[in-house]
């Protein structure tokens, strides 16, 4: 896999689980950085074989615990299923 230049290393550290400076619960952030979050819905469609690679790949590179979609459910098309995944952003 090529190497991702720092810039965008530095971009996608909003995204990973973990990349806020120290771990905090909600009742210890400011007011002001509660709000600063924002949810972002990832939505895989496709056969069951190509959502599940594809979790799987994001698994991989550590963008997010398989077990952290939803179960595969099917579509109105045949042969399709989705799966969801909510991050929250820091904005």
Do not use: C, F
Not at 67 to 74: A, H, V
């Amino acid at each position: 896999m090529p190497e991702l230049p720092k810039s965008t290393l530095s971009n996608l550290r909003q995204y990973l689980p973990g990349a806020e400076s120290s771990p905090a619960t909600p009742n210890q952030l400011p007011q002001q950085q509660l709000s600063k979050r924002e949810p972002v819905k990832h939505l895989l469609i496709g056969s069951a074989q190509a959502v599940t690679i594809t979790i799987h790949r994001l698994h991989l590179i550590g963008y997010a615990s398989v077990g952290d979609w939803s179960p595969l459910l099917p579509t109105a098309n045949p042969d399709e299923v989705m799966s969801i995944l909510i991050r929250q952003l820091l904005m």
